[in-house]
């Protein structure tokens, strides 16, 4: 039987989309979640037993807005759990800062405003030896990738590794625990997932910027394929037991 990897999605618009099915190409069995539609989630071991990993999505709403969304209890709850059972997690957007607050970190609005675009990444010298980034950063030590928020990590867990940062210094990629990644990026998105955040962002966003990240995004979805599709193979590849722990 395929390994069997729980995706928790927080609203309609932020689907697993690219990353979902590279990680069904590359042998994992998909299970998602919606606990923004009353679906619950895993908050106890026994039932997270059935799944070997965890994929957390992102969403319009604030990692730390949990009287606006009282579902995002119930998903650190189910991050602390996957941490503490070493189960192979990974966060994206507001995944990644969800992570980061079950790990003790802290998520507020980014002071330097929002990023959105399709823009480059930094990696660190960590990243190389990475069992899950290792193969992703380029040559010249940059990375683009679709930016979409306007909350960062701005202080990280005791003993989180940052692996990519923004220009401006903001965590990008970390790892959070052995077995445990967030990025702030969005590597399952393409244009049409990005038409539909444009679609939803006014009055938060202006038109002409939201109209311009859509274009970029078409424009390389290609490129942004190619760089981020080793992410899902890599992660399988843990999630299997190909790749040994740290």
């Known amino acids: ?143 683009r990738c679709l930016q979409w928020n306007q909350d960062v990590v701005t202080v990280m867990p005791a003993g989180a590794v940052l692996l990519a940062a923004s220009p401006q210094g903001e965590p990008q990629v970390v790892r959070f625990a052995d077995r445990a990644w967030g990025i702030q990026a969005h590597p399952e998105a393409d244009g049409a997932v990005a038409q539909w955040w444009a679609d939803d962002s006014a009055p938060d966003v202006a038109a002409a910027e939201a109209t311009h990240t859509v274009a970029a995004v078409s424009d390389a979805e290609s490129e942004l394929a190619d760089t981020w599709r080793p992410l899902a193979t890599a992660f399988a590849a843990i999630v299997t037991g190909v790749v040994a722990r740290p």
């Open 1 to 143: 039987m395929s390994p069997r990897i729980l995706v928790v999605q927080h609203q309609a618009t932020c689907p697993p989309a690219l990353l979902g099915g590279w990680l069904e190409e590359a042998g994992l069995m998909l299970e998602v979640r919606r606990p923004d539609l009353g679906e619950p989630l895993p908050t106890e071991r026994a039932d997270l037993a059935p799944y070997d990993a965890v994929l957390v999505l992102g969403g319009s709403m604030d990692a730390f807005d949990e009287d606006g969304h009282p579902w995002l209890r119930d998903t650190v709850t189910l991050l602390r759990l996957t941490i503490e059972q070493d189960t192979p997690t990974l966060g994206v957007c507001l995944g990644h800062q969800l992570i980061a607050r079950a790990c003790g970190g802290t998520v507020a609005r980014n002071p330097r405003g929002r990023a959105i675009g399709v823009l480059p990444i930094g990696w660190t010298s960590a990243a190389d030896a990475d069992p899950l980034l290792g193969g992703l950063a380029r040559a010249d030590g940059t990375t």
